[in-house]
């Protein structure tokens, strides 16, 4: 993807440099809650409030006695045979009432969380997205409800709105939407500029659409959780409301009127404070403590993606072929694109891969057109090109990872097992264990609210288990790995407090933790210093080697093909227009397009001269031409190349190009 440059230098572990905000990847809340549940104190909090949630519901069936009926002769009594928990200044039964005081709470509890997310949400949405004057109004809006003190409010509200719960619960939850604006709105705003939401804005897909299906996702999973916490605020508020009399009946048992109650009666009856405190003390810790672990396990599941789709969206068959012709034509070699490009033996094979993304009409509209390559262990193949060629949504597929809206058909096959065709879940556990992403962006793998041990602790138990101690000696041991020397200050660091180049070291960290065989990474230095750069190309090239990994790098540098490529392919337009061994292409190219591409090079400019360019642009995918997509730009064109689609024809055994004219351009044929 296009390079985002932070604005900030990359000097050092210590400079504490602010990161670009980036969006939250998407939410995995299932896969949090599961996680969570298996830590034994978020197992006893979540199964005290089913506790409450059932009995509260049951009350009526289970309770011992009516919590109205009075027992004058029982007043004020300890725990006996028939009041379990005692009784309190009229001889009501404890139990019942605490039974019988839960359910109204809990329901109440509820209202102002709706409220919440039914303001907040789409304030928060259009805000971020729309930004200027909506974005300044709502803020003004939002900063003037957290400047209002709820709970002076809300006993106004009391007032003028005669005791009535409902009012007085929807008004505070409009008072705590502004939490859940903030939180939409910083997302929408980290998102709304990424590559893949231009791209969908720029196709004219509606704003709605661009927001519910593009955006919203990113922030699922962390509202969910925000919900969760904003519901055990609103219990202990609406208790608080109802210990001083307040909208709930007076009547009716409820919890605050217990703990009312048995303040009257601390000096005669300490007891009858005993109970009901258990049970409020227990209910706001255990919703608390399950909202922070449901937020704590979030970002480890979230890498997880366990709750994308049980099965990756696959391509329709008629649009599973892209546009590349599959019947023979004028210029389509007897050689297949396939022969060319890929080998039995390899350990990563991409074969006929199509990427498509559904237009505003529903129609498919492929983004990569057929591409094939292969790589070996311990070799690295570059996806080379311009800005919108296909390469990242080629190494994107390849992982199962495209964005929304993107499907995939062909052939990827890792250790000869095809993973295209495999279901999300199965695809959750080749992914990081046996096939790893770097993205050009090491803030995008990191979470600013997690330290580099936390968040590489998480990886390596996901990946390999282990005690504690274990954890933390592979967390140090992959920090050294990747070249840094202070690993033990470094994994207590948070990401905004390492510079660019080491959140890079610690990214690729990131990406080993699951012991992967292929490293995909994707532009890995267009955002460092160039000094950077030559650093962490050369941590690539020496963990290629002591680990044998394939690697799979996407750039749009050529000198950085130079510099670590065994093989290129090279992209225009969708597709693989020449391949073969970087030395060999790189020394005589067999395409005008590579041919121009290395004419570009700064490193070959002549002083006092202007630096050759390629004209022209990429042409987007619904501009893509039937002939040759290259046509166009090309210094050699000719008519024929305008007859029909050409084939990626092969030159020799690991060397193909697709163009007509390719013998023409052999070594040293520099036009
Ligand atoms: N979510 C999306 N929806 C629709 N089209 C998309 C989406 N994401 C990318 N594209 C389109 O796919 C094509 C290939 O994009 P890709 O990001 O793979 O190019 P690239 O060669 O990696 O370029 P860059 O280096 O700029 O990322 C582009 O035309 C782009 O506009």
């Not at 409220?115 to 907040?120: H, T, Y």
């Not at 608390?288 to 704590?296: K, R």
């Not at 305008?642 to 990626?648: E, G, M």
Request: a neutral charge; hydrophobic letters at 45%; one cysteine or more.
């Amino acid at each position: 993807m296009t390079a985002t440059i932070p604005a900030h230098g990359t000097q050092g572990v210590g400079d504490a440099t602010p990161q670009p905000q980036r969006p939250r990847p998407r939410g995995t809340l299932a896969a949090a809650a599961r996680k969570a549940l298996r830590r034994p104190p978020v197992l006893v909090a979540a199964s005290w409030m089913v506790l409450v949630v059932v009995t509260s519901l049951l009350a009526g069936v289970i309770a011992p006695h009516d919590p109205l009926k009075q027992d004058l002769d029982h007043r004020l009594k300890g725990p006996s045979a028939a009041y379990l928990l005692g009784t309190d200044e009229l001889g009501r039964d404890l139990l019942s009432r605490i039974l019988h005081g839960g359910g109204s709470l809990l329901l109440a509890a509820l209202i102002p969380v709706v409220v919440a997310f039914v303001l907040g949400v789409p304030a928060g949405l259009l805000a971020g997205y729309v930004g200027g004057w909506a974005d300044r109004v709502s803020d003004f809006v939002v900063n003037v409800l957290f400047a209002i003190p709820a709970l002076v409010i809300v006993l106004a509200v009391a007032v003028v709105a005669d005791n009535n719960l409902p009012v007085m619960t929807v008004v505070f939850g409009v008072i705590v939407s502004g939490g859940i604006f903030r939180l939409v709105r910083a997302s929408t705003q980290a998102s709304r500029d990424l590559l893949y939401v231009d791209a969908a804005r720029v196709s004219g897909v509606a704003r709605r659409t661009i927001l519910l299906r593009h955006i919203l996702p990113n922030v699922l999973g962390p509202l969910i959780v925000q919900g969760f916490l904003l519901y055990s605020g609103a219990f202990l508020f609406l208790t608080s409301l109802s210990f001083l009399g307040l909208g709930f009946d007076p009547q009716e048992p409820s919890w605050g009127q217990l703990v009312f109650d048995a303040s009257g009666h601390l000096d005669d009856d300490p007891w009858m404070m005993v109970p009901i405190g258990v049970v409020l003390i227990a209910t706001i810790a255990a919703l608390n403590y399950l909202g922070n672990s449901l937020l704590a396990t979030l970002p480890a599941a979230r890498r997880a993606r366990l709750l994308t789709p049980w099965r990756r969206p696959q391509l329709p068959p008629e649009a599973a072929h892209g546009t590349t012709p599959k019947t023979p034509e004028p210029h389509r070699s007897a050689a297949a694109d396939t022969t060319a490009s890929t080998a039995p033996d390899a350990l990563l094979a991409v074969e006929d891969l199509v990427v498509s993304f559904r237009t505003p009409e529903g129609d498919w509209q492929p983004v990569v057109d057929g591409v094939s390559f292969s790589v070996h262990r311990g070799r690295t193949l570059c996806l080379v090109g311009e800005s919108g060629c296909g390469k990242t949504m080629t190494a994107l597929a390849t992982l199962g990872l495209l964005p929304s809206g993107g499907a995939a058909a062909g052939s990827v096959r890792l250790a000869g097992r095809e993973l295209l065709s495999l279901p999300e879940k199965e695809m959750a556990q080749v992914r990081g264990s046996r096939i790893a992403l770097v993205s050009q962006e090491p803030m995008v793998a990191l979470d600013p609210c997690f330290s580099v041990r936390s968040q590489l602790g998480e990886a390596v138990r996901l990946h390999r288990g282990g005690s504690r101690a274990q954890v933390r000696d592979r967390v140090l041991e992959l920090l050294r790995l990747v070249g840094i020397p202070h690993a033990e200050a470094v994994a207590k660091s948070y990401p905004h407090q390492l510079s660019g180049g080491m959140a890079q070291r610690v990214g690729i960290a990131l990406a080993l933790a699951g012991e992967p065989e292929v490293l995909v990474a994707d532009e890995p230095t267009t955002a460092l210093d160039p000094t950077i750069q030559a650093e962490i190309l050369d941590l690539l090239r020496s963990l290629q080697e002591t680990l044998g990994l394939a690697v799979v790098l996407v750039t749009h540098d050529l000198g950085v093909v130079a510099d670590i490529g065994d093989v290129a392919a090279v992209m225009y337009a969708g597709q693989v227009v020449e391949l073969g061994p970087v030395e060999e292409l790189l020394a005589a190219p067999r395409h005008p397009y590579t041919r121009g591409l290395l004419d570009a090079v700064p490193e070959g400019a002549v002083r006092g001269r202007p630096l050759p360019t390629v004209p022209g642009v990429v042409p987007l995918p619904k501009d893509w031409p039937q002939h040759c997509r290259f046509a166009a730009r090309c210094p050699r064109g000719t008519d024929a190349c305008r007859d029909a689609a050409v084939a990626l024809t092969v030159i020799h055994t690991d060397r193909s190009s697709r163009c007509i004219r390719t013998e023409e351009l052999a070594l040293g044929a520099k036009k």
